[in-house]
């Protein structure tokens, strides 16, 4: 007889071919125990696992989900998935679900408070199993709330209040890239921050100036931008343009490192010579530019995966603790002795 074909396997065509009931079956492939029915032998269960693997029988993902209650989707919340940061995040994200047999969608909330709010309604109205968020603001009213419903979530790349979340050590990057330019002769030095709403910038802005100040050091100037090119480089016009203007930049992300670049290039500095400019997360870019970034390196793959791990714990009724990844610096042409 015609063997069925992979789409046409059925628990039910494969009880019938080892003349067993389709129950015993089912318990065997989708790990039930305890309902009242005696339980498969080692031998019985070794050939349905056998026969279930020669004719490609996959399990019906619908069907396991009325089963256990469980859609096995998960949604990710993020700012924009045109940032690269962002994207390597949700590739760890996605590569991890996708071990488990889990399967991601995601939705960029423009880190608009109202657009984040009707995401995650949209998401949980998709029967989500929990939320990983890359967009959580500092004021994390909005999180508390949905842990307040019940709802289930890891932070990403971001902290917000007591949730569990997995990011870089961003105080610790904001202080090596202090004593790198420290470390070279900077002590006129100015940071592009970010927005104050993110923690990442916040807790790198604070890094980088604490090591300043914890040697009585002047503090640096602080301008805060947006996360992108043309926030950089309007912040660092601002700086070049000052009679005093610093002989070191730090930005709290290469984006913004690369606007800046532009900025003192449009003031006839090189980067490097004249002005040391920095960056953060050393995204792949960095290395590659016409002048080569100094940059602060975070793991942001395996905070994606990390993310996930954490909250598939979290969804089976286990304790999820925040961690904080080490970062590390990579010294290149664009910072060098005043």
Do not use: C, W
Request: aromatic share 4%.
């Amino acid at each position: 007889m015609a063997q069925p074909k992979a789409h046409q396997v059925t628990l039910r065509s494969i009880a019938d071919q080892l003349g067993l009931h389709v129950s015993t079956v089912s318990r065997v492939l989708n790990g039930r125990t305890g309902d009242g029915v005696r339980a498969a032998s080692g031998d019985t269960a070794a050939r349905i696992r056998r026969l279930a693997e020669e004719l490609g029988y996959q399990p019906d993902p619908h069907g396991s989900g009325l089963r256990t209650g469980r859609s096995r989707l998960v949604g990710v919340l993020v700012p924009r998935l045109s940032d690269l940061v962002l994207a390597m995040i949700y590739e760890g994200i996605d590569e991890a679900a996708g071990e488990l047999g889990l399967t991601t969608i995601t939705a960029n909330s423009r880190d608009d408070e109202q657009t984040r709010r009707l995401r995650t309604r949209m998401m949980l109205a998709r029967r989500v199993d929990g939320l990983i968020f890359g967009d959580a603001s500092l004021d994390s009213g909005f999180l508390d709330e949905l842990a307040a419903d019940g709802g289930k979530f890891v932070l990403v790349n971001r902290r917000a209040g007591d949730h569990p979340s997995v990011t870089a050590d961003d105080v610790t990057g904001g202080r090596l890239a202090a004593e790198h330019l420290h470390g070279l002769g900077h002590v006129d030095v100015a940071v592009i921050a970010g927005e104050p709403y993110a923690s990442t910038g916040t807790d790198r802005t604070a890094g980088f100036v604490g090591y300043y100040r914890d040697r009585g050091l002047a503090a640096p100037l602080v301008l805060h931008s947006p996360f992108d090119t043309a926030g950089g480089r309007a912040a660092a016009e601002k700086l070049l343009s000052r009679p005093d203007r610093p002989t070191a930049i730090f930005a709290v992300n290469d984006f913004a490192a690369i606007g800046a670049m532009g900025a003192a290039r449009d003031h006839g500095l090189t980067v490097g010579t004249d002005l040391s400019i920095m960056g953060y997360n050393d995204t792949p870019l960095a290395a590659e530019l016409p002048i080569p970034l100094t940059s602060v390196t975070v793991p942001t793959r395996e905070m994606g995966r990390r993310a996930l791990t954490s909250l598939t714990r979290l969804l089976a009724g286990e304790a999820v603790e925040s961690e904080r990844l080490a970062p590390t610096l990579v010294a290149r042409a664009s910072t060098a002795r005043p």
